[in-house]
C-alpha cells in the first residue's frame, strides 16, 4: 500500500494494530481489560538529551524544521492537535490505575497549533533565533480548516491540566539548541 505523505504512513498502522486490539479483546474475552492512548502530535522535551539529533521524530521534527528556517524564508504551512509527551507518560500510567479509563480509548490533545504558533514561541522565548516572523493572523486561518473533535472525557479521566502549549516548545527548543 503507497501513502501519499508520512502522517497517512504511520497513523495508519496503529490504527490498524489498535483495531486488532480492539478485536481481540471483544471475540477471546481474555482475562484483562484494554486502554489505548492515541496522542495527537507529540511535543517537548525528549528523554535524554543525547536523544536529540539533526533530526528528530515526527512531531519533534515539526519544531526543529521552524527553528532551522533562515529568516526570510516563508513559514511553511503546518497545522494540527497536539499534547506534551509528559502528558502523554502520565496517560499511560493513569491507563494502569484509573478504573475509570478501563475500556477507553483516550485521545489526547490540548490544543491546535500552526507552524506561526511554533515561531511566536520561539521569537518570544529566544530572540536571537534568527527565524522568520510570525502570523497570528495566518496562523488562525490555517487552524480555522481543523475539524472540531471533544476530548473532554479523556480530560475528565486524566483529571488535571495538561501542560500548554508555551512551556512544550519552549522546553523542546532549549534541548535543541544545547545540543
Excluded at 492515541?38 to 524544521?65: C, H, M, R
Amino acid at each position: 500500500m503507497l501513502f501519499k505523505t508520512q502522517l497517512q504512513a504511520t497513523s495508519f498502522p496503529k490504527k490498524l494494530a489498535e483495531k486488532a486490539a480492539w478485536d481481540f479483546v471483544e471475540n477471546e474475552h481474555p482475562n484483562f481489560t484494554l486502554t489505548t492512548v492515541n496522542p495527537a502530535y507529540v511535543f517537548g522535551p525528549q528523554a535524554f538529551d543525547s536523544d536529540v539529533k539533526d533530526t528528530l521524530n515526527t512531531s519533534s521534527e515539526i519544531i526543529n524544521k521552524v527553528l532551522k528556517l533562515k529568516q526570510n524564508e516563508e513559514i511553511p504551512t503546518m497545522t494540527g492537535a497536539f499534547i506534551d509527551v509528559r502528558d502523554v507518560a502520565k496517560a499511560h500510567l493513569i491507563a494502569f490505575e484509573n478504573e475509570t479509563a478501563k475500556g477507553k480509548r483516550l485521545a489526547l490533545a490540548e490544543g491546535r497549533f500552526s507552524n506561526h504558533d511554533i515561531a511566536r514561541v520561539v521569537h518570544e522565548h529566544f530572540p536571537e533565533a534568527a527565524i522568520p516572523q510570525p502570523d497570528a493572523q495566518k496562523s488562525a486561518q490555517e487552524k480555522s480548516v481543523l475539524c472540531k473533535l471533544d476530548f473532554s472525557e479523556t480530560q475528565r479521566i486524566f483529571g488535571s491540566k495538561y501542560i500548554d502549549f508555551d512551556t512544550s516548545v519552549v522546553d523542546s527548543v532549549k534541548q535543541i539548541l544545547q545540543k
